[in-house]
């Protein structure tokens, strides 16, 4: 079945720095990708959506890119900020079974 | 334009008592999802329904656990009886798509705890 990695850790990012988060996956190559946004005692909140057909995708300060040779997306803020700091899911749509599979998300902590 | 809205945010019961959670979903959004959310990892999908039928419920363990979406509107989730293991968030989702999914609207969550 397939499987998600994201960095268990927390990232640590000081202010103005790029951060960059990983998403894996092991087997088939999704449909689309989605990347999400969860603070503490929240739901998440839909950032951006990559489809298998692109490479990179941007909106604001958010660049995601999607690597099926690799398995694997790269989430990316520019210029980051304090807030900034939540934990950061990615989502895989699979069009072989209709669902939706997601990561265990990334802690993201940018420093002053 | 009205989020999701979930009822109640924290709920504490003993085990084997019983529980709800209501869902009401973004105005026109076909699909409803529930989703349990345990501490540190990522949402685990529970049951899916498209207006008032039942798309996805294989991971609904359905010897405690039922859902409904009455009229296609809201959603009811019920645990009867609770286990400790089911101490989690209920997150409640909705979207506009048909089959394909797209970007999904979560409700701020209803907060689970068996004591």
């Known amino acids: 079945s397939q499987k998600i990695e994201q960095n268990s850790e927390a990232l640590n990012i000081q202010e103005g720095k790029t951060a960059t988060l990983t998403c894996n996956y092991t087997?088939?190559?999704?449909?689309?990708l989605q990347w999400y946004r969860q603070d503490p005692g929240r739901g998440p909140v839909f950032l951006l959506l990559?489809?298998?057909n692109e490479k990179e995708k941007r909106k604001e300060r958010l660049k995601v890119t999607f690597d099926t040779t690799l398995k694997q997306s790269l989430f990316h803020i520019t210029a980051s900020q304090p807030a900034d700091s939540a934990t950061y899911l990615c989502?895989?749509?699979?069009?072989?079974?209709?669902?939706?599979?997601w990561g265990a998300g990334t802690k993201l902590i940018i420093k002053p | 334009e009205a989020g999701v809205a979930q009822s109640p945010r924290y709920k504490i019961i003993e085990k084997r008592q019983s529980v709800a959670f209501w869902c009401n979903p973004i105005?026109?959004?076909?699909?409803l999802y529930w989703y349990q959310q345990i501490l540190g990892q990522g949402p685990k999908l529970l049951i899916q329904?498209?207006?008032?039928?039942?798309?996805?419920d294989s991971q609904l363990p359905k010897d405690r656990f039922s859902a409904e979406r009455l009229k296609g509107v809201d959603s009811t989730l019920k645990i009867q009886p609770a286990k400790l293991e089911d101490s989690a968030v209920y997150l409640c989702?909705?979207?506009?798509?048909?089959?394909?999914?797209?970007?999904?609207?979560f409700g701020e969550g209803s907060r689970l705890t068996v004591l």
């Open positions: 989702a909705s979207s506009t798509g048909t089959g394909v999914v797209g970007e999904l609207f």
């Open positions: 105005s026109g959004h076909a699909t």
């Open positions: 329904f498209q207006n008032n039928g039942v798309v996805d």
């Open positions: 087997n088939y190559s999704p449909a689309y």
């Open positions: 990559i489809r298998e």
């Open positions: 989502a895989l749509f699979m069009d072989s079974n209709y669902q939706l599979i």
